[in-house]
C-alpha cells in the first residue's frame, strides 16, 4: 500500500555533500519529516559543467527520488537550482523548492538599503541567477556578485579559520563590500561552514542570508500551506545516497550535517 | 589501408585539462609527433573518486583512444597513474607510460641525499605509488609526500604568482621541507604552472622533478627503442578530445598547453 502522502519523505539532492548543510537546517526546523539525501559525489563537482551536462545530470537524480516517493523535492544545489530548476519544474508534479529562490526572497526581505551582495561558484553566478530572483520581487534592489571559486576547496580542506581562507575571503569581498551591500548572500552549500569568517570579513553592518536555512523556511511554510507536514512524531528516517564514496566522505560529511552520518549507500546512476 | 605504426598518433589522457601540461612537455621534445588528447572534463576531478569509479573510467578512456589507433599511450593523470596504470597494462597491447613511474625514475636519477619530497593530490598521495616506483629503483630512498588539495584550484583560478598560493605552498611544503629533502617531486600535472613559485618556496637547495617533462624524456626514448618515431617532417596533427566543454576552457586550456588550443571536439563515454 502506497504511503500517505504527508507521510512520504523529503527529496534533497545536490551534486556532492554541500547540499548536507540544507539537510542540517531542515532536520533543525522540521524534526519529523523524514529525509532522502542523494549526492551525486561521483560527477561533482557541476560549478564547472556546461549547462546541457548539468540538467542531464539533474534529471537522473530527480529520477531516481521520485521512485522513492518523495512528497517534495529540495534543490540543495546552487548550480542545478541556477540552471535546471525550470526544467525540474516542468518535469515534475510534486513541489520543487530551491537555494536560490529562498535565498533571493530571504535577501528582499532583510535588506534596507536595496545593496545586495551575492558570493557563489562561477556557474551560479554566470547564470544571473539570484539577481533574476531578487529582481522579479524587487525591481529597484541592486545586486552585486562575486564568483569565488577556491572558498569551496578551502572548506572541503577544513581550513575553515585559517589565514588562507580569510586573505580569499578579503580579496573576494573587496569588490563586492565597495558597494555598500547591507546584505550578503551565501549563494553556495559550503559556505555556511564559513559564516563565522564571512562574518568578520564583511564587518557588522552587513547582514549574511544563509541560503540553506532560508530554503528550510520555505519548506516548512509551504508543508503547513499544502496540508503535507508529516503527523509522525517519532524518530524520524533519514538516508542519503552517494554516487561515490570518496576519501574522507564521513568525516567531511559529518561536518556539513552536523551530526553522524549513518545509512548511507552507493548507487550508479547512468554511468 | 591503416597507417604505418610508426605514423600512428601519440595518445594522451587525463581526467581533465592537467595532462595538457604533459601534451605541451611532448610537442617540445618531440615537434614531428602526432598527439590524440583525451580529457574527462565532465567528471573531473579524479582526485577525490574511489578506486573503482577511477578504475571504470579509465578504461573507458583507453577504449577511445584505441579506436583512434594510437601506437603509444601516456597516462598524463597521476591520479589514474597510481590507481589504474597497471589494469591498463594488462589490457592493452601498446606500450603505456605514465607520470608517476616517469617522475620516481628521474627523482631518484636527480638526488643526492636520497631524501625525496613527493607533493600530489590525496588520491595519489594515499596510492603511495610515488614511494614504490622510488622504492622498487632505490630502497635505500625516503619518500615525504604532502598532499595539497588546494593547488589545482590554486591554479584553475589563476593565482600563480598571488600571496594566498604562496601561504598555501608554505603550508604544505613546510613539513617535506623539514625532512632536508634535496628533490621535489611535481606529481600533478597541474603543478608546472607553479614551478616558479614552489622553485622559490622550496629554495636553491632543493631540484624540482617535473613530471611532465620527465614523462616527455621517456616516451622519446621508447619510441626509438621499439623503432617507433614518426617519420613525417611536416607539420604534426593534435586533436583534444573532452567529455564537456566548461567555462574558461579555451582560456585555461591554452594557459597549460602554452599554445593556442584548435581542433577541440566533445565527445560523451558512457553517461
Redesign the interface.
Known amino acids: 500500500m502506497p504511503l500517505a502522502r504527508a507521510s512520504r519523505p523529503i527529496g534533497v539532492f545536490d551534486s556532492g555533500i554541500g547540499g548536507l548543510t540544507v539537510t542540517r537546517a531542515l532536520m533543525e526546523r522540521l524534526p519529523f519529516e523524514d529525509i532522502v539525501y542523494f549526492g551525486d559525489?561521483?560527477?561533482?563537482p557541476y560549478g564547472?559543467?556546461?549547462v546541457s551536462?548539468i540538467e542531464q545530470f539533474t534529471h537522473q537524480i530527480v529520477d531516481f527520488l521520485l521512485q522513492h516517493e518523495v512528497k517534495l523535492l529540495v534543490i540543495a544545489c546552487n548550480t542545478m537550482a541556477a540552471v535546471a530548476a525550470d526544467s525540474v519544474r516542468r518535469r515534475v508534479s510534486v513541489p520543487v523548492l530551491d537555494v536560490i529562490d529562498a535565498g533571493a526572497r530571504n535577501a528582499v526581505a532583510t535588506t534596507r538599503s536595496g545593496h545586495i551582495g551575492v558570493i557563489a561558484t562561477?556557474?551560479t553566478v554566470?547564470s544571473n541567477a539570484y539577481a533574476r530572483g531578487v529582481h522579479a520581487l524587487n525591481p529597484e534592489a541592486r545586486v552585486y556578485s562575486q564568483a569565488c571559486?577556491?572558498l569551496?576547496?578551502?572548506v572541503?580542506?577544513g581550513?575553515l579559520d585559517h589565514?588562507?581562507t580569510r586573505?580569499?575571503a578579503q580579496?573576494y569581498l573587496r569588490p563586492v563590500l565597495a558597494e555598500n551591500i547591507d546584505t550578503l548572500v551565501l549563494g553556495c552549500t559550503h559556505y555556511p561552514l564559513l559564516k563565522p569568517l564571512l562574518a568578520q570579513e564583511a564587518g557588522p553592518t552587513v547582514r549574511l542570508v544563509d541560503s540553506a536555512v532560508s530554503v528550510a523556511e520555505q519548506v516548512a511554510g509551504t508543508l503547513i500551506e499544502l496540508d503535507l507536514a508529516n503527523p509522525q512524531r517519532g524518530e524520524p528516517n533519514y538516508r542519503y545516497y552517494v554516487t561515490?564514496?570518496?576519501?574522507?566522505f564521513q568525516t567531511m560529511g559529518e561536518r556539513f550535517l552536523g551530526r553522524s552520518l549513518k545509512h548511507l549507500e552507493m548507487v550508479h546512476?547512468?554511468?
Open positions: 559525489t561521483a560527477r561533482v564547472v559543467k556546461s551536462t562561477p556557474t554566470n571559486p577556491l569551496v576547496p578551502l572541503e580542506e581550513w589565514q588562507v586573505l580569499t580579496e561515490d564514496i570518496p576519501l574522507r546512476l547512468g554511468n
